[in-house]
Structures are given as structure tokens and as C-alpha cells.
């Protein structure tokens, strides 16, 4: 329950007693500021608590936008301020000093000034991270006489809030595919939802459940069954965007709830491919390597994203004539849709998937995705780089951690750290590209067991502990955690590639999306502000390092048909122990009120 103070007196035809009960506030009303403050103090400290001035007239949605976003501790439009648990301390100071203030004065502030507004001067001098939302056309203002007020009323009415908050909705940048055939009626299933009180992590699990039945059907490798895993996955995908919308639209927002779209996304996709390669198999066709390396390729990608995006976001004197370059050729409309498009976002990505598993046969379906896939990982990496080189920038110390969280090293990494710690600076890149192209070369050339891709692991981990002896602030040092990744993954598939037995492929994928999950959970929890999971779970998991050591190892001492067995157990400890680690914080993070957050994720 929220609780809603609403000062002064309201005026005649004045609906905002009823905006505030829809909103799901307690309406107390206070004559002054003295009898605010007495008001403020009587609502429980775990509830949230409004201040809004009764002469206010605005949209609903304005109110909305401005009283009911889970996201910010302290929040306001013009005439009303509200703060949640975490910022109901900076809202009682700032109250109070306006109390003393109106004391001193004789109370005659209040007849002239909004009590909310001044309330918001207030934190704003204290220092206080007051957010404001943006109105756009929407009304929110206090009217000072009868004049003003009438103007107010017909700039509301002149103005559907509705409308407004229906095309809020929708992503502001989206990919073409979502924008133009999926948006337009997406978000009239978003509200739907919301009016049948359905929450944006239902919607989520829905969109998961349709596409692991997709997967289902792929997995029979019949015709009828490609068919009918198109057409749900694309349902799927429509469930995905309207998981978003209804949050923006309702503004249920939770950490838990960004934690889970952006999860099922992957769990999703890679389930399909997943399924893919079963439908292939009853057809006499092993795509295993196919829908392994696809996973790999965008699980690749994706750490891209997360690694340049971190290394920069805060970085000082962040400028590039490659991104000002790029900052022209937006205001091209059409260049816009087109460099949208060949990035491959997940939008164009499914339909693809979707159109050519209908029409043609998984091993088609997962060749053409590689391709695609490769050409948007060049594009967008090689733009990357070239920033990266051309931009002067000062990397934050709290990039550098994160960086180094993302890079996932193991108890083998730290230990030769020591040893690697004196080498010159500015090699991280070179040091974890060297490594890892050793150790998934020797891998591909010397095919399988023998002692050579042992050897090479042994100088992956000597590489990979000198890639992170120094902090990770050197212009492409975001470049470390993907080639960790590509590393290990990479020679998990070309291990159980030249293993070929029945199941090693299967057992590799299996292993490569449990340690995947681990990654992606990292990163989720570090935009989510909590910070890379704790150190055991890392140094149980091996690190990347030591999971690259431990199968090479296998490989060199069992046979092929062994080294299957052993990789299928290694991918079943490992999904346990991240899977459980990482539920059991997640949840306790939502039940403990962790600060709200929604990740818009990648572009649909």
C-alpha cells in the first residue's frame, strides 16, 4: 500500500483524490505544512509516501509516470513528490525545513507555493538524486489562479495520455522486424494483459514455455513439426516484446523481473537450436557442431556487447570520430534501419530461424544463421576497435572490475599471477588472443587426445593469468573476456568434434550452455548493480582457465567414448552449481526489496 498526502485544500471539479485511489494510494489530507509533516510521520517506514499538492491538474499519466515508478528512491513531477522506503529519509529532512520555513514566514508560503515543489528544491540543495520523468505533452502543473487553471484543464483534455502511454510502451530504439511487425499490435496485447492484472513475469514464462513446445516440435523432425516450431517460436517472440511493454506500460518494474527476461532469451534460443539438431538427427543428419558453434558465435557476440559497453559507459573524455561518424549517419533515416538490420538483433535473428526452419531443414537453417551471425560479429566489433583506437578516454576503476569480472578467471589464473604481474603493460589483448588461439588451434590441427592440447591449455592459463596481472584500462583491453570465451568454448566444441562418438557433441553443447548461463548471469548481475558473483562460486567453477585445463585433460587420458561421459558430468555440476547459486540469490534480492531495475536488454 502507498500512501499519498495531499496538501491544501482541492478545488471545485478537481478529480485527483480519484487519480491517486486509482493509482492504489491512501489519500490522508493535510491543511499546512506542519500537518503534512504530522502526516508523513504516522505512514510506516516500509511503505511508499507522496506529497502532492491538491490544486494539481495533469494526466494521469504524468502522476503515474512520476509516483508509481519502482526504479528511483525519490521521484517527482511539477506539484507532487514521492519516495520510496530508501529515500524516505532525505524526504523527512527536506519536509522539515520547509515546515521551519513556513513557521517563520507565518504560514503564507503555502498559499502562494507548491509544498511538493518547494519540498523538491529542498533535496535537490541537499544533494538528493531527485528523478524526473519526461511528460513530453503530457500536463502536470499547480495553477496559480482560476485563469491558469482553466487553460490547464483544456491542455489535458486537447491531449490523450492514453495514447501517449501506449506508444511509451514500446521500446525507443528497436530493431526493424519489432518496430514495424511486431510493435503495432504488441502493445495492445501489453494492455490487454495489464487490464486482466497480469504481471510482466508471467507474460515472460509464457514466452518461455511456447518456445521450449517450439523446440519440441523442431526436435520431431517432421515437416509439420518445422512448421508448426516457426510459427510458435514467432509467438514466442511477440510474448517476448509484450513482457516489456507491459512493464513500461503498468510500470512493473523488478530485478527479478529483468533477471528473467533476459535469461529466458537465452535459455530460449539456445533450447532451439537444441531442438534443431535433435529433429536433424531423426532425420539421419548430426548438425550437433552446427547448433554448438551457432551458440558459441552469438554467445560470442553477445559478450562483446557487454564487455565494450562496460568498458566505456563511464569512461571520461569519451569522444571518437568513429562515433561521431556514426552519430551522422543516424540522422539518415533509412541508414538507420539498415545498420540495425545487419547487426542481426534478436528480432531479425528469430524470424530468420523461424521462416527457414519452416521452409527448408535444420542444417540449412543453422548454416545461414552462422553466416549471418559472422558478418554482424565482424561489423560490430570491427566498429568497436576502430573506436576503441580513435577515442581518448580514461577507463574507471569501476570498468576496470568489471572487466575483470567478466574475464572469469580461475584459482590457476590467480596463482600464476604472481609470476605474470612484472610483464610490460598493454598486452592484455594480445596476451589472451595469443592463448587462446593456441590452445583452439593445437586443438583443431592435432585432433583428438594426445598431450599437445594439454600443452597448449597449460599456455592459455599462463597467458590468460598475464592478460588480468594489471587492471583491464587500456583502450582494447574489453576485448579480454571475449577471447576468454571464445577460448574455452571453442576448444570444449572442437574436443568432442574430433572425439566422434555418439553424444560427445550433445555433452559439449550441454557444458558450453551450463558455463554460458554462468556468464550471462555475471553480466546481469553487474548491470543489476550487485556485482559479479561471489569468489567460491567462481574458483568451484574453475574458471575459464581451469576449464579449459580440465578438458584438455580429459581428452589427453580417456577414451573417446569416457571423455563423453565425463564431459556430460562436468556439464551437469556445473549447471547445478550455477543454477543454484544463482536462483537462490536472485530470489533473495527481489524478497530483500533490492533496488528495481528493467534492462532493455538487446535490441529486439
Not at 8 to 34: C, K, T
Not at 324 to 347: F, H, N, Y
Not at 523 to 547: C, F, S, T
Amino acid at each position: 500500500m502507498s500512501t499519498a498526502i495531499l496538501t491544501g485544500q482541492p478545488v471545485p471539479g478537481s478529480s485527483i483524490e480519484g487519480d491517486l485511489r486509482e493509482l492504489g494510494f491512501r489519500v490522508r489530507p493535510a491543511a499546512d505544512a506542519a500537518d503534512a509533516e504530522t502526516q508523513l510521520a504516522q505512514v510506516p517506514g516500509g511503505e511508499r509516501v507522496a506529497v502532492i499538492d491538491a490544486r494539481f491538474v495533469g494526466h494521469l499519466h504524468a502522476l503515474r509516470l512520476g509516483l508509481t515508478d519502482p526504479r528511483f528512491p525519490l521521484a517527482a513531477v511539477p506539484g507532487a513528490v514521492t519516495a520510496q522506503p530508501a529515500g524516505r529519509q532525505a524526504l523527512t529532512r527536506a519536509m522539515a525545513r520547509q515546515t521551519s520555513a513556513a513557521g517563520a514566514a507565518g504560514g503564507a508560503t503555502t498559499l502562494a507555493d507548491s509544498l511538493a515543489d518547494r519540498i523538491v528544491t529542498a533535496l535537490d540543495e541537499a544533494g538528493a538524486e531527485v528523478h524526473r520523468p519526461e511528460l513530453g505533452s503530457l500536463v502536470a502543473e499547480v495553477p496559480a489562479d482560476p485563469q491558469a487553471r482553466n487553460e490547464a484543464r483544456q491542455a489535458v483534455a486537447a491531449v490523450d495520455d492514453e495514447a501517449i502511454r501506449l506508444k511509451s510502451a514500446v521500446k525507443a530504439r528497436d530493431g526493424f522486424f519489432t518496430t514495424f511487425c511486431i510493435s503495432p499490435y504488441s502493445r495492445y496485447l501489453a494492455r490487454w494483459c495489464a487490464r486482466r492484472g497480469l504481471t510482466p513475469n508471467q507474460v515472460t514464462t509464457a514466452s518461455l514455455l511456447t518456445a521450449l513446445i517450439a523446440a519440441a516440435c523442431a526436435a520431431t523432425g517432421t515437416r509439420g513439426g518445422f512448421v508448426a516450431a516457426g510459427v510458435l517460436l514467432l509467438v514466442s517472440f511477440v510474448l517476448d516484446c509484450t513482457d516489456g511493454q507491459l512493464a513500461r506500460y503498468s510500470l512493473q518494474y523488478s530485478t527479478l523481473g529483468a533477471w528473467l527476461d533476459a535469461t529466458f532469451d537465452r535459455a530460449k534460443e539456445y533450447a532451439y537450436y537444441a531442438g534443431l539438431a535433435l529433429g536433424a538427427a531423426r532425420g539421419g543428419d548430426d548438425v550437433w557442431a552446427l547448433a554448438l558453434g551457432a551458440m558459441v558465435l552469438q554467445t560470442c557476440r553477445h559478450v562483446v556487447d557487454f564487455s565494450f559497453n562496460e568498458a566505456n559507459h563511464d569512461a571520461t573524455a569519451n569522444t571518437s570520430p568513429t562515433a561521431a561518424l556514426s552519430g551522422k549517419l543516424d540522422s539518415v533515416g533509412w541508414t538507420v534501419w539498415v545498420r540495425r538490420m545487419i547487426v542481426l538483433p534478436i528480432g531479425e535473428r528469430w524470424a530468420m530461424i523461424a521462416v527457414l526452419t519452416a521452409v527448408t531443414t535444420p542444417r540449412v537453417t543453422l548454416i545461414v544463421l552462422l553466416i549471418g551471425c559472422a558478418f554482424a560479429a565482424t561489423y560490430t566489433t570491427a566498429g568497436r576497435v576502430l573506436r576503441s583506437l580513435t577515442r581518448k578516454a580514461r577507463r574507471t576503476d569501476r570498468a576496470a572490475t568489471a572487466l575483470a569480472d567478466l574475464a572469469d578467471s580461475g584459482p590457476v589464473a590467480e596463482a600464476l599471477t604472481r609470476v605474470t604481474r612484472g610483464l610490460p603493460g598493454g598486452t592484455a589483448p594480445v596476451a589472451a588472443l595469443i592463448g587462446g588461439a593456441a590452445v583452439t588451434a593445437t586443438a583443431a590441427l592435432t585432433g583428438f587426445g594426445g598431450p599437445w592440447t594439454l600443452v597448449a591449455a597449460a599456455v592459455h592459463a599462463l597467458t590468460s593469468a598475464a592478460a588480468v596481472a594489471r587492471p583491464l584500462k587500456g583502450a582494447l583491453d574489453w576485448l579480454v573476456p571475449p577471447f576468454f570465451r571464445a577460448a574455452e568454448y571453442g576448444t570444449v566444441l572442437l574436443l568432442a568434434a574430433e572425439a566422434d562418438v555418439n553424444g560427445a557433441l550433445p555433452a559439449a553443447f550441454g557444458l558450453v550452455a551450463a558455463v554460458a548461463y554462468h556468464h550471462y548471469d555475471t553480466v546481469y548481475r553487474i548491470r543489476g548493480g550487485a556485482g559479479a558473483p561471489p569468489n567460491w562460486l567462481r574458483r568451484a567453477a574453475g574458471g575459464h582457465e581451469g576449464r579449459t585445463l580440465l578438458v584438455a585433460l580429459l581428452a589427453a587420458l580417456l577414451t573417446a567414448a569416457q571423455f563423453t561421459v565425463a564431459l556430460t558430468v562436468l556439464a551437469v555440476a556445473v549447471a547445478l552449481l550455477v543454477l543454484v547459486e544463482s536462483i537462490r540469490y536472485w530470489v533473495s534480492a527481489h524478497r530483500a526489496g533490492s533496488p528495481a531495475v528493467h534492462d532493455e536488454g538487446e535490441t529486439a
